[in-house]
């Protein structure tokens, strides 16, 4: 990671699901019971091909992987009652380091926004049944934007909210579709991987890559405080 330009950083965007919270791995479970009961076999797997898919998107590719007689909004309904179900039974983890990458930011006075291919309403659920809701001054969602990730939209829009160059904001991402819609944004993508261990296809194009918030925290705190640290001496 370039220390140097990490010292102008003004915002940072983050992903939602396998980013901010192990959701990811619930909605593998819930697409396998969903296509299951359809007669359409396990479909769990297929979440690795499709993270950072919108919703149009992912109809896209469930039609084209099961044919267009596949019935999307029936397996959507279905899987996001068996989703919610297991949630309220068991919540949502938090990844590790999440309150406290979003308290470091927060300390730092650097902006912080969401860029999450789910839905509104899901994105608000996570967020204020963790408390975490008004760290954020701006949250996109997949249903706001016509083109999903690896597309930049998404991640255009956060930042164009946000007030802020992309050049001077950092994406955080568990995905591959993700990293490269925030590098196609010109923002400074750094990856904590989840499902997807292998970034091969994208470690060229990587500000960063961490094991958790909870190191990105560290580096946060280390190089970004040094900066406001400075300036205050030099006051």
């Not at 927060?106 to 789910?118: E, Y």
């Not at 994105?123 to 204020?128: G, I, V």
């Not at 999903?148 to 930042?159: T, V």
Request: with cysteine; aromatic share 8%.
């Amino acid at each position: 990671m370039e220390k140097q330009r990490l010292r102008s950083l003004e915002a940072v965007v983050f992903d939602m699901d396998g980013l901010m919270f192990d959701s990811e791995r619930y909605i593998q479970v819930s697409w396998d019971k969903a296509g299951t009961i359809l007669g359409y076999g396990t479909l769990g797997d297929h979440i690795r091909e499709t993270l950072g898919f919108n919703g149009e998107k992912r109809r896209e590719f469930f039609l084209k992987l099961c044919g267009q007689d596949f019935p999307y909004d029936r397996f959507l309904n279905l899987y996001r009652e068996i989703y919610y179900d297991m949630s309220r039974e068991k919540g949502i983890p938090t990844k590790k380091g999440l309150h406290e990458i979003l308290d470091v930011l927060r300390g730092l006075g650097i902006k912080m926004g969401v860029a999450t291919s789910s839905s509104r309403e899901n994105t608000m659920k996570n967020l204020e049944r963790e408390k975490i809701r008004d760290y954020f001054q701006v949250i996109i969602t997949g249903d706001m934007i016509k083109h999903g990730k690896p597309e930049p939209d998404i991640y255009q829009k956060a930042c164009e909210e946000l007030g802020v160059l992309p050049e001077q904001a950092i994406a955080l991402e568990d995905a591959i579709n993700g990293i490269k819609a925030a590098h196609a944004a010109g923002m400074m993508p750094v990856m904590i991987p989840d499902l997807i261990q292998d970034t091969t296809p994208v470690d060229k194009i990587l500000f960063g890559k961490y094991d958790s918030l909870s190191e990105f925290a560290e580096v946060i705190r280390k190089t970004v405080g040094k900066k406001e640290k400075k300036s205050e001496e030099e006051a």
